[in-house]
């Protein structure tokens, strides 16, 4: 007898799918861009070397792919999936002992430490300091599956986010929010942290806007970072060219991207809206209510309440590439070739090229802080946890050595 229609169609297309499913796999290897002789870290391995041994999930032939999940094959699919598991109610994955901690100007930046210091008391242990994207904080989910991953074992570091001036429920105390280059803030907390802990090593983490300011931040300090190993996840790099791709006229950017971007900065702006307008700055309110693209925000608002001429001034002034030659320490960057937030035209290929510090890891999927690779749980935190682990792993084995030698009486 011969197969019904609705079974050979069925068979036809669990096939597609299986073939389909097989080419994603095939080429889900990581590609690993660095200069042709990395720099040594601490004076042992090169940071390719550690890469290389310490970092399956970047290097291993076998594991060193990100496969996305069957569900969420598409850049769109995996870039949105974080916002639409967050409208069936927020996650909690991990416990925060928020700290308020005011700036020199009198603005409040929220640290949010995971475990909280009841459960994992002041010690030693290394600190990696998170950096939350676009009008985020440490309730978001990639920021949270992170964190529930540095914290675990084998690692049990500590971690603590921070939450920029307005965001994830910070009050604003002054008259200006903050922005992708303003790394005065990051570099108040990182001192701040080294004067609560001053005995453990730290290691900076970015996301997306967060991202380019922790390159940017790391750029500035140059040899005097206090950070010993940096790690940027899906960098804009370039502020104008990134915001420039958002506006394309697409679909995608006409009707998901740029509006919920938009969305965002708006709501975070008419919620602090009172106390912005307490500044030296005059804001044209009936020309921010007709507000319909990214620029223009930062054109009416952004660039104004912090003195740039335009948008254009803030883009360029605060753009992590320019700053990206004079990293001094361990740099891990991670993009995917189908972002469609921050697409591969804006990486700065040359940097990483050109300066022994920088190590680009490219996924050839993975969309704009998505990387799912189930609908449960992220791939993104496990490079980023076993470089973190890999880099401390060295650092205090070479303070250790160094103590210990210190400690040798002489012979006579």
């Given at each position: 007898m011969a197969p019904s229609p609705l079974i050979a169609t069925a068979v036809l297309a669990a096939g597609a799918i299986a073939a389909s499913r097989k080419h994603t796999s095939d080429n889900s290897r990581v590609q690993l861009c660095h200069a042709q002789q990395t720099a040594e870290v601490v004076g042992e391995k090169t940071l390719a070397e550690i890469i290389a041994t310490e970092c399956p999930s970047l290097a291993d032939p076998e594991t060193g792919r990100f496969v996305p999940s069957m569900a969420l094959p598409t850049a769109d699919l995996q870039t949105c999936y974080n916002a639409i598991r967050e409208r069936f109610g927020k996650l909690r994955l991990v416990k925060y002992e928020r700290e308020l901690i005011t700036t020199n100007d009198g603005g409040t930046i929220g640290l949010d430490w995971s475990p909280p210091f009841a459960q994992m008391p002041s010690?030693?242990?290394?600190?990696?300091?998170?950096?939350?994207?676009?009008s985020g904080g440490s309730q978001e989910t990639y920021v949270q599956q992170t964190v529930k991953c540095l914290t675990a074992e084998p690692y049990r570091f500590r971690t603590v986010v921070v939450n920029y001036r307005g965001c994830a429920g910070v009050q604003l105390t002054t008259h200006v929010l903050y922005n992708g280059g303003f790394t005065s803030d990051y570099g108040f907390a990182i001192e701040h942290i080294c004067r609560k802990l001053p005995n453990s090593k730290l290691i900076g983490v970015g996301y997306s806007l967060g991202a380019n300011l922790v390159t940017k931040y790391v750029g500035e300090q140059g040899d005097a970072c206090p950070l010993v190993a940096g790690v940027s996840v899906c960098n804009p790099y370039d502020l104008a060219a990134s915001s420039d791709a958002i506006e394309q006229p697409t679909l995608r950017n006409k009707y998901l991207y740029s509006p919920a971007m938009l969305f965002g900065l708006m709501r975070l702006y008419r919620r602090?809206?009172?106390?912005?307008?307490?500044?030296?700055?005059?804001?044209?309110?009936?020309?921010?209510?007709?507000?319909?693209?990214?620029?223009?925000?930062?054109?009416?608002?952004?660039s104004r309440a912090f003195g740039f001429k335009d948008s254009a001034d803030y883009y360029k002034q605060s753009s992590c590439a320019q700053f990206m030659p004079r990293i001094r320490i361990p740099f891990l960057?991670?993009?995917?070739?189908?972002?469609?937030?921050?697409?591969?035209?804006?990486?700065p290929r040359e940097a990483f090229n050109s300066n022994p510090h920088l190590v680009l890891a490219l996924t050839r999927y993975g969309g704009h802080l998505g990387y799912h690779e189930d609908l449960s749980s992220s791939w993104i935190s496990r490079p980023i946890s076993e470089f973190c682990a890999a880099i401390f792993r060295h650092t205090l084995a070479t303070t250790a050595s160094q103590g210990s030698s210190e400690a040798e009486p002489p012979t006579s």
């Open positions: 010690d030693e242990r290394p600190i990696v300091v998170l950096s939350h994207g676009l602090h809206r009172h106390m912005i307008e307490t500044g030296p700055v005059q804001f044209d309110a009936e020309a921010i209510e007709k507000i319909d693209q990214l620029r223009k925000f930062d054109d009416l608002i952004t960057a991670i993009s995917s070739l189908d972002d469609p937030v921050c697409p591969e035209s804006v990486i």
